[in-house]
């Protein structure tokens, strides 16, 4: 029998044939969360024109030198500037206007006085503090000048670059695009949720669950269905989506019984190897590219928990990378076992299991329901995976070991 091949060498064969997917220009909201691929200049200063930071009054601040709360300098409001009207006239010695957040600062007025220090007067204002020139001005291009990097290209755009780009007039961004990936699930025993199962026939959960794995490492998914257990439709079906697809998955027939239909279909290609990984669960996998644009494609082992382990360690890596990410994995914390686990020798185990952190920070983890590679509803209760390396064929309760948080990030 063949040495089997390490998680890591995997890893290397996967990662060496993808790429970054080109820029595409989209709307600021779909560019949320993706990397932004042009460095984009202001066209226009932030302030775009000096604006008051205050509701208040704009004044020379030479003007209300000396007053006090006993003795007021008293000004006559000569008119008002709302948030988003030009400022029509100027403050002539021993005036002011009143002027709101975000207006116009009037020509002559140097300083702003908030409402606050004064009697809030309509007609004339009595004004308790001395304002010092620039106070509560906010100046033209004090954020951004005209001209200035405002986005780089690899920034990630967030929140605060979604509203920064519009500020400076951008409606639309070059950004990596998610990769659209195609999840089909194989099976001749598989139907839809919603119909009844026949005997011997199961619900189809995978393409359910990984497509749901591909839509949260970034990937815009496409659920293509069922496939049966037949060379010809599998074939057909592959070839209906490569149209659409940066990256195509499927799960179920890549073992050695006598219907595993994926392995058989497209091992003949010679563009797709079949592989036994150093992995449980997880060891039969399928890695290769499709068609002429060399679309790649990962043929995942058909029991859930296989499938979305196998997903996470070698398909969330992929997309991402597509996606033009730096940090490809996940985080990794040392955390205390809480009971004995033994794992099968040569293999990377990845047991589904529950990660504590106590006051201290001090993480601790327990295995969650057995290794069998079925068990979806342990995973469904696990935050985390354990990882129990290839040399390690029993782990005791209060040895460290390395575990991967699945939390979400709420
Ligand atoms: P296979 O990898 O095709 O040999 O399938 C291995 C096991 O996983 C079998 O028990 C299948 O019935 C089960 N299985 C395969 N595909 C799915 C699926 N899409 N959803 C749930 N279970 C599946
Ligand atoms: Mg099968």
Known sequence: ????????????????DLRVLDPLELTLLDAQGLLCAEDVYAQAPLPSFDNSSMDGYAVRAADTTGATEAAPVVLPVIGDIPAGSPAPRGVTRGTCLRIMTGAPVPSGADAVVPVEWTDAGAGQVRIHRPASPEAYIRRVGEDIEAGDLAVSAGTPVGPAQVGLLAAVGRERVLVRPRPRVVVISTGSELVDVGQQPGVGEI???????????????????????????????????LSGQLLRADLIVTSGGVSAGAFDVVKEALSELGTVEFARIAMQPGMPQGFGVLGGERTPIFCLPGNPVSALVSFEVFVRPAIRLMLGKRLLFRHTVSATARRQMSSPPGRRQYRRGLLHRDDEGRYSAEPVGGPGSHLLASLARANCLIMIDEEVAEVSEGDEVAVIPLLPDA
């Open 203 to 237: 619900i189809d959960a995978n393409s359910y669950a990984l497509a749901a794995a591909a839509r949260d490492a970034g990937a815009e998914v496409h659920r293509a269905g069922i496939v049966p257990d037949e060379h010809s439709r599998l074939m057909d079906a």
């Open 1 to 16: 029998m063949t040495r089997l091949r390490t998680v890591e060498e995997q890893l290397d064969r996967v990662l060496a």
